[in-house]
């Protein structure tokens, strides 16, 4: 079970490198339009931090709080809805983009810092 929990993990920190990554740089570039790589990082989050908060429904003295989680989730539905929605369209708002970017960061930061 701990094997599956690091492999989880680990596709968990390549959706986080993904959505920020391809956020930061599609901004640099000038044009704030929705790019693949952020799509793909945003579901991966989404994906790996259910099956992360899964298994730890059990109890126990290492079990995150549970009010951290949904705070995790609403904030990675909050980014999946401006990704998926976003998409389509040529460009978005760059006050659109830097929320993308924000909120990914403060979802990295709720994750670290809160335990």
Do not use: C
């Amino acid at each position: 079970m701990e094997a599956l929990r690091l492999i989880l993990l680990y596709a968990h920190l390549i959706g986080f490198a993904l959505l920020l990554g391809a956020s930061v740089m599609q901004y640099l570039t000038g044009k704030t339009r929705i790019n693949q790589a952020m799509l793909w990082g945003v579901s991966i989050q989404l994906v790996t931090g259910i099956g992360l908060a899964a298994p730890l429904r059990g109890g126990g003295d290492n079990e995150p709080d549970p009010i951290k989680l949904v705070v995790k989730l609403l904030i990675t539905v909050a980014l999946f809805a401006m990704v998926f929605f976003s998409r389509k369209r040529e460009e978005v708002s760059k006050g659109h983009f830097m929320a993308i970017i924000g909120l990914t960061l403060v979802n990295a930061a709720v994750a670290v810092f809160w335990r």
